[in-house]
């Protein structure tokens, strides 16, 4: 008897979310149907990766990923246009961790100069989060967006306690915004709808519902994301259709199995973290991840070569 598998028909669309000046856009989001089920329906364009860029050297990073950036590391210009021009970065996500009030307390308009200097050397869109401090983060994004105009970035992260000043930067300055949740469906949900009322359009938000490591958390993240997708196809919820950005490589990079380099019945340390976040950039692409944040570029190589695959 021949098989046939069953066919799943869906009611909703993942929205569709232009990042970058309008001269050289990426369009995120689209896909009517699950992860590559293009058996089921349209997923009309790929997902994208988008590389790290600290706007100082970062002192917690493990050797092997710090090699490929070693002659950049003090320069976040010549960081972000290496990540462009010769490690294929789709886009870059600069990461302005000086102003945390914690560490150097950076004045929020010397960090927006650093995000205008990189904006101005790179092609690609431009993802700018601040330090991850819920109270300067606020102040610190309103200045990006104000030197960014025109530049359509996303500002991020967005959280339950900020997100008020962050997207009223992004409203009057014409930017998008991605919203951070702590690895929950209804805290997901519930953020965009905060956003959008405030008067932010729905096509200008992507969501972050937190990263995770292979090993650690993984699966949790993962069914999270699955569950946020299916509700934005089956349900055709209009607060969940939002793309999805997966903020995994820093967590990649942390574990223990990727730090650990003086073990050698544990092997190469290089290859053991290129694999460990290539392992969890499969995961978060068969979820529903849009846009995968990474670090290391054998790692980035990789997973384009796996995305090519499944595109066909």
């Not at 369009?27 to 100082?56: C, K, Q, S």
């Not at 998008?176 to 469906?185: H, K, R």
């Amino acid at each position: 008897m021949a098989f046939q598998a069953p066919v799943d028909t869906y009611q909703g669309k993942v929205r569709e979310v232009a990042v970058g000046k309008e001269s050289n856009q990426v369009v995120v989001g689209g896909e009517a149907t699950l992860p590559f089920h293009f058996f089921e329906g349209e997923m009309p364009r790929r997902p994208v990766i988008a590389m790290e860029v600290y706007d100082i050297a970062p002192d917690n990073w493990p050797g092997a990923v710090l090699k490929p950036f070693k002659d950049v590391l003090n320069d976040p210009v010549a960081w972000a246009k290496k990540c462009q021009d010769e490690y294929g970065a789709d886009m870059i996500l600069l990461r302005l961790v000086s102003t945390d009030p914690n560490g150097e307390n950076k004045d929020p308009a010397k960090a927006a100069e650093m995000a205008k200097a990189i904006l101005e050397v790179v092609s690609v869109p431009v993802c700018v989060y601040g330090s991850g401090n819920v109270e300067s983060d606020g102040e610190v994004l309103k200045k990006v967006a104000e030197v960014a105009e025109g530049q359509r970035v996303i500002l991020g992260p967005s959280q339950e306690d900020n997100y008020k000043s962050i997207t009223a930067a992004a409203i009057g300055y014409k930017h998008n915004v991605s919203g951070l949740s702590p690895i929950d469906v209804n805290m997901a949900k519930q953020l965009n709808i905060l956003m959008t009322q405030l008067g932010l359009d729905a096509d200008r938000l992507v969501m972050d519902p937190s990263g995770a490591a292979l090993g650690y958390g993984l699966e949790y993240v993962y069914s999270i994301i699955e569950r946020l997708r299916l509700a934005a196809l089956q349900q055709n919820d209009e607060m969940t259709q939002m793309p999805t950005l997966c903020d995994f490589g820093r967590e990649v990079w942390k574990t223990k199995e990727v730090k650990t380099e003086d073990d050698s019945n544990w092997g190469d340390p290089e290859k053991r973290g290129i694999l460990w976040e290539f392992m969890t950039a499969v995961s978060m692409l068969i979820a529903g991840g849009d846009i995968l944040v990474m670090r290391h570029p054998e790692a980035v190589k990789l997973t384009k070569r796996f995305i090519d695959e499944l595109m066909g």
